[in-house]
């Protein structure tokens, strides 16, 4: 299974950037697909998550209302946009396929990975 995280950059606070995460029909069809980030010195933690027919989403509190979690499942392609970026944003971001269809905030539940994609936001 390969994921395919792209889209970061290096932008200024206020700006916006849509992430991009691509896999194969097989393993973006019938499964939830979440967006983590991992800041230098800190955990990865949960940001956003879709259902299978991104009917549910699911965001932390530190980005809601800013970021939006959507997906193309003709392209199986699933996008973070993020609005209104903050230097806190700054983190690698990865996305992940769940086990399940529905759209989850547990690290435990995302099977498969993606190589993370760096997004800096300076003040």
């Known amino acids: 299974v390969q994921l395919q995280a792209s889209g970061g950059g290096l932008v200024q606070t206020g700006a916006s950037l849509r992430l991009s995460c691509a896999a194969s029909?097989?393993?973006?069809?019938?499964?939830?697909v979440g967006w983590f980030r991992q800041a230098p010195g800190k955990e990865r933690e949960f940001v956003g998550a879709i259902s299978w027919n991104g009917a549910s989403t699911h965001y932390s509190d530190s980005v809601k209302g800013r970021f939006t979690v959507s997906r193309d499942r003709s392209r199986y392609t699933v996008f973070l946009q993020m609005d209104s970026l903050k230097p806190e944003d700054t983190a690698v971001y990865y996305c992940a396929v769940s086990r399940f269809a529905y759209a989850d905030t547990s690290r435990s539940t995302y099977a498969y990975w993606g190589q993370g994609t760096l997004v800096t936001v300076s003040s």
């Open positions: 029909k097989r393993t973006f069809s019938n499964n939830g």
